[in-house]
């Protein structure tokens, strides 16, 4: 009867697995629910007590939520912690225009917005399954705006390791992978992290625009372009916006820097849609954009979060960093 039960146990978690990957993941794995181990805690701590979380509240909030599953699911047993790769094809990456003034998007934000496309397919999973496990289960899915350690839990589950850019790092991959998990209260057998990191390379701390990336490890977001063109509300201080150049929402140099980012696949997810078109936007058009054109503009994009007095506040740093550089 043992020896039944381990059978069935391992072997649920391999059909989960494999119907995950056909759903268009990339990476898959799993851990237990425990909290995460007591180094990453207590580096999370520090970064909060330091300040580094700029203007960014909510990461004070829910602080021991986002440190256990089980304060987000009673009884949990298992996080199933999956990925998916959005690596362009490098003559998207390099797509400029010559005939007017534009800003760079980050290359997440070329895409879709994948908050909804990963919850989607993670409930087409819960479906399998339940056609799976006679007897009933619970869940949560998280992806991202949770409060949940996803990049921790990722680690622990085998996707990677957290790079000196702060991001989760998987050595086939490279780190541009959206993240998204179900925690449940089925037992499922866990994987093992694995073995790599950075070892001496410095590239991405080199490559960041404000020194974001400080030399000690720590990650000072308040100075991130992504944090400033996203995340922050009201006037960016000149010192910084000054540094921002023409990255109109988001920044890439510590994520193309990396080693790992340089023989990367591209997103081989045919159904994760693609918009070229903003790789590069006209910043003199976003100027005139009222509330109902950007909303049909950017409907199902990333961009949308960010609203259109955001964008057109960074549309005139833009102009100016290039006034200023002519």
Known sequence: MATFSI?????LAQEIKHKTMELGFDLVGITDSSPIDAEQAEFLAVWLK???????DYMYRNLQKRLDPTKFLDNAQSVIAVGLNYTQPKQRQKLTYATAPTGKVANYAQYEDYHPFIKERLRQLIDFMKSLVDT??????????????????????????????????????????????????????PDEPITANCSNCNKCINACPTAALRADGQFDAGRCINYLTIEYKGLIPPELAGKIGDRLFGCDECVLACPYQEDAPVCSNKQFRFYGDRAQLDLQELLSLNEELFEA????????????????????I????MAGNS
């Not at 059978?7 to 072997?11: E, L, R, T, V």
């Not at 960010?306 to 005139?316: I, V």
């Open 7 to 11: 059978i069935a146990f391992m072997s």
């Open 50 to 56: 330091s300040g580094f979380a700029g203007r960014m």
């Open 136 to 189: 009933g289960f619970r869940f949560r899915i998280c992806v991202d705006s949770a409060p949940l350690a996803e990049r921790a839990l990722a680690v622990r589950a085998g996707l990677g390791f957290i790079g000196k850019n702060h991001m989760l790092i998987n050595p086939g991959l490279g780190c541009q992978i959206f993240l998204g998990e179900i925690i449940t209260d089925l037992k499922l057998q």
């Open 297 to 316: 503009e950017f409907a199902d994009s990333p961009i949308k979060r960010l609203g259109l007095e955001g964008l057109k506040r960074n549309a005139r």
């Open 318 to 321: 833009c102009l100016a960093n």
